[in-house]
């Protein structure tokens, strides 16, 4: 991790936790998280849509110093979209960040680079930061698919999208075959793909935009591996499922650096 990025550790809550277990645990990692930890690194929580409100009111009305996040949205800000939930709708409930593209939605919703593509300029029009995911298949990366995957998410993902913007934005490389299988890239091998992201970045924007974006790994990130994977030199970050949702681990994910 580079001096100049804040690291970023993100909660995706997936389809956990109703509104009452969440009040509970922002307020529980509330009183786990020391100022020092605030100051190191920020730290957002991506809850189910009908948990935001309360996450909103408990975060403003107790000035707990974490990011409201969304786990997905809708581009369109209204319209015949049953069951969506619009971009628009999420900024009005002080959302800062939106998980986009995540290989779930992806993988078992069919949602198509283009699509994501829409999300990310939806999110940037109503003054949000997304968290673009890419990562490949366990079949893929055995082919030798796995650069040629990244390159072609993240070229799509941000089509049209200005240099200036992408600098601001976060891009999660989550390896599929990580994710919720306890099994986590090594060091070397994440470091290496968030490398090849940041490269990906650099050819499709420009070298300053590859300089800021944070860039998270995702995928059984846990209390034991953080800290190694927050060592490497282009991981910025982690975007942690099944960990955050026990507020001791999350917290302890969050204070890597102590360990
Ligand atoms: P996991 O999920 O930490 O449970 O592997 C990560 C993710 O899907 O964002």
């Given at each position: 991790m580079a001096d100049d990025r804040k690291p970023l550790i993100s909660g995706?809550?997936?389809?956990?936790?109703n509104h009452f277990e969440a009040i509970q645990a922002v307020q529980k990692l509330s009183y786990l998280l020391t100022k020092e930890d605030i100051a190191a690194v920020d730290v957002s929580i991506h809850a189910p849509f009908t948990d935001i409100r309360s996450v909103q009111t408990t975060i403003e009305s107790d000035k707990i110093p974490i990011t409201i996040g969304a786990q997905d949205c809708h581009p369109?800000?209204?319209?015949?979209?049953?069951g969506e939930v619009s971009v628009s709708m999420l900024a009005k409930l002080n959302v800062g960040l939106v998980i986009v593209g995540h290989s779930e939605r992806r993988e078992?919703?069919?949602?198509?680079d283009e699509f994501v593509n829409a999300k990310v300029k939806a999110v940037f029009a109503h003054e949000m930061l997304p968290i673009l995911c890419c990562g490949e298949t366990l079949a893929e990366r055995e082919a030798g698919e796995a650069e040629s995957k990244i390159s072609g998410q993240i070229t799509a993902g941000l089509a049209k999208i200005p240099a200036e913007q992408v600098a601001r934005m976060v891009i999660a490389y989550e390896p599929i075959w990580a994710i919720g299988t306890g099994v986590t890239a090594s060091a070397e091998d994440a470091q290496a793909m968030c490398a090849h992201v940041r490269q990906v970045v650099a050819e499709a924007k420009d070298a300053d935009a590859a300089a800021s974006v944070r860039i998270q790994y995702g995928g059984s990130v846990k209390p034991a591996n953080a800290a190694e994977l927050m060592?490497?030199?282009?991981?910025?970050?982690a975007l942690v499922?099944?960990?955050?949702?026990?507020p001791d681990d999350f917290a302890k994910i969050v204070q890597y650096r102590l360990n």
């Open positions: 995706n809550w997936k389809m956990h936790q369109e800000v209204k319209g015949a979209f049953t078992l919703f069919g949602e198509t060592g490497q030199a282009d991981i910025d970050g499922g099944g960990a955050s949702l026990e």
